[in-house]
């Protein structure tokens, strides 16, 4: 079955730019989404089809895919962005999720 | 605002049955494909079941496939996910979210709890 991996955690400071990827078997023939939920809430699609962002997200959000690696950046993170990040992608007619990683925003 | 918003979690004994549902609001739900993922606690997201917007397409993973089944009533935008045979590890918030194969979950409910023990 496919599989995608994340680290577990991503510490980042305020203002710095984070950068979480996502790795996969030729994931870069795939679309990747991005999904930020934060503690006791639902998750949110922040980044879709590799590099879009859905309208309300904030700019600082941005998203790249290529060979087997999509990358989800946030430039100048704010002490909101701290929460779990999954990244997603389909095979065959089903959707995987990647592990998830915890930003830590110090 | 669109809204989905899941019912009928609850605790249920091991071997039993229980259905979900996915009540759609604000939103042509008709033309939706709707899947259902689950996160046990503490742990991460789990894709469940997708199912077209005309209900002809449907999809499990592995880990319920014989086991759950996935249905719509569009005249009550309305979704459905019957479990059966339920185990300890299906123990989970389940959320509903609309989404396309190949596609992003663009709009998620709020989930419901589901509880297997004995």
């Known amino acids: 079955s496919y599989e995608l991996a994340q680290p577990p955690s991503v510490s980042v400071s305020p203002g710095q730019t984070a950068s979480i990827t996502c790795s996969g078997f030729k994931l870069g023939d795939r679309y990747a989404s991005w999904y930020q939920q934060r503690p006791g809430q639902s998750p949110v699609l922040v980044i879709h089809?590799?590099?879009k962002r859905p309208s309300g997200i904030p700019e600082r959000f941005s998203g790249s895919n290529s060979g087997n690696t999509a990358t989800l950046t946030i430039s100048g993170t704010q002490a909101t962005d701290e929460a779990d990040y999954f990244c997603?992608?389909?095979?065959?007619?089903?959707?995987?999720f990647g592990g998830g990683t915890k930003l830590t925003v110090l | 605002e669109v809204q989905l918003l899941e019912s009928g979690g609850g605790l249920v004994q091991p071997g039993k049955s229980l259905r979900l549902s996915c009540a759609a609001s604000r939103f042509s739900f008709s033309n939706y494909s709707v899947n259902w993922v689950r996160q046990a606690p503490g742990k991460g997201l789990e894709w469940v079941s997708f199912i077209s917007s005309s209900g002809t397409y449907k999809y499990y993973a592995d880990s319920v496939k014989g086991r759950f089944t996935i249905s719509r009533d569009n005249s009550k935008n309305s979704l459905y996910l019957q479990m059966n045979s339920l185990r300890a590890e299906d123990t989970a918030v389940y959320f509903c979210a609309t989404g396309s194969v190949d596609d992003a979950f663009d709009i998620w409910g709020q989930g419901t709890m589901l509880t297997v023990s004995s």
């Open positions: 997603q992608a389909w095979d065959r007619s089903m959707a995987v």
């Open positions: 089809q590799d590099t």
